[in-house]
């Protein structure tokens, strides 16, 4: 039996700070395409993203790809994780969840904070931390459609 899911358009953006040597700051974003085809598992919801990414200086609307877990309840987080290639050909691995906690919904609702890695060495080389402008709410629940699994 295929299950439906759902997908949606979800774009943020914040700021990143170097850590390793030689990498300033800048604006960081992205804008994905994310589908959750299989909503069967009680606990968490695992969908894809694929979409571009803005690390400033590092890489200008790239392609990426990932996941994304939705688990507000088991877990209390909203991981995301991507991959891309900056503009010196190094592949670079973004990991960060959104923390959800009940006093402070709004703000662990829509706000990524995580970290940009060197996918050779496994190094972190950024921390991110990225925005929901909740003037796109109406947008984001626009871009809600259902989306199936793969027979």
């Known amino acids: 039996m295929r299950t439906i899911g759902f997908g949606f358009r979800e774009k943020m953006s914040g700021t990143w700070e170097g850590t390793a040597e030689g990498l300033g700051r800048g604006k960081f974003s992205f804008d994905f395409d994310v589908r959750c085809p299989d909503v069967s598992h ?20 790239v392609p990426a790809e990932g996941t994304l877990e939705i688990s507000p309840m088991w877990h209390r987080r909203i991981r995301y994780a991507f991959a891309f290639t900056g503009r010196d050909g190094r592949r670079y691995r973004f990991d960060g969840a959104k ?53």
């Open 42 to 61: 009680p606990l968490a919801i695992v969908g894809t993203t694929k979409g571009l990414v803005t690390m400033e200086g590092v890489a200008e609307r």
């Open 99 to 151: 923390k959800i906690a009940a006093r402070h919904l709004l703000t662990s609702w829509t706000t990524l904070p995580g970290h940009v890695y060197d996918d050779e060495t496994g190094k972190p080389v950024a921390d991110v931390v990225a925005r929901f402008d909740l003037r796109r709410l109406p947008a984001l629940l626009r871009s809600f459609r259902p989306a199936r699994a793969a027979s």
